[in-house]
């Protein structure tokens, strides 16, 4: 089954406390992102890769960082998390064609719901 | 860059009824998606159309591009129906942006 795949789906940890969220899609997908999202301010995306080895910040980068190693796989990690990241997740998917990577059909994981105490 | 404006902001319907949800944006795209977020917060895909009009059971869609704007229509709605619905649009970036969504609660 195609899909994209977060762990953990639930988490509650305390501030400074190093975590990280996996992402992996089985769609053979070029593009892939990370989103937040919060009462009142829709989706904001956090960063995003267009392929192996290039990534690039989205609207609120700020406290996260990224690799993309594989092609599947694109871990989202809080060297030092902080109450203000508490939020839901997505991470998602897609083929691109052309110059631009919002071409494609976008394919969502499940979310990752994150408390920081 | 664009604008994403979606109507209207909330929607309560009895089951059965029909229901319209409108996307405008400000500039021409290369993307334009609809998703359905459930109770539970899963995001899903309802249609990838740029242009055009798709029909998946009682749901449909339309985009006019030349006009700016798509519709969603939703027909002989069921309370799982109920959630927010999101359009999100590509332009010339490699974002895609996405708007502020329709709450829609379907009471049985």
């Known amino acids: 089954e195609a899909q994209v795949t977060q762990n953990p789906r639930y988490l509650i940890t305390v501030t400074g406390k190093k975590l990280t969220v996996t992402c992996s899609q089985n769609m053979n997908h070029e593009y892939m992102s990370w989103y937040r999202q919060d009462p009142g301010l829709g989706l904001r995306q956090i960063y995003y890769s267009m392929n192996v080895e290039v990534t690039d910040k989205g609207d609120v980068p700020e406290g996260y960082k990224v690799s993309r190693k594989e092609k599947r796989n694109f871990p989202l990690i809080l060297e030092s998390p902080s109450p203000n990241q508490t939020s839901l997740y997505f991470c998602?998917?897609?083929?691109?064609?052309?110059?631009?990577?919002?071409?494609?059909?976008?394919?969502f994981g499940e979310g990752s719901r994150l408390t920081v105490l | 860059g664009i604008q994403v404006e979606q109507s209207p902001p909330d929607l309560i319907l009895q089951e059965g009824a029909n229901s319209t949800l409108r996307c405008n944006f400000s500039?021409?795209?290369?993307?334009l998606q609809w998703f359905h977020q459930n109770p539970w917060g899963q995001l899903i895909n309802l249609f990838y159309?740029?242009?055009g009009t798709k029909q998946n059971g009682r749901l449909s869609a339309t985009t006019v591009a030349t006009e700016r704007y798509s519709l969603l229509y939703i027909s002989s709605s069921q309370t799982t129906d109920s959630g927010v619905y999101f359009c999100a649009i590509g332009g010339a970036t490699n974002k895609l942006i996405f708007g502020t969504g329709t709450l829609l609660a379907v009471q049985p």
């Open positions: 998602a998917s897609s083929f691109y064609s052309g110059v631009f990577a919002n071409t494609g059909e976008l394919f």
């Open positions: 159309i740029p242009s």
């Open positions: 500039d021409s795209v290369n993307n």
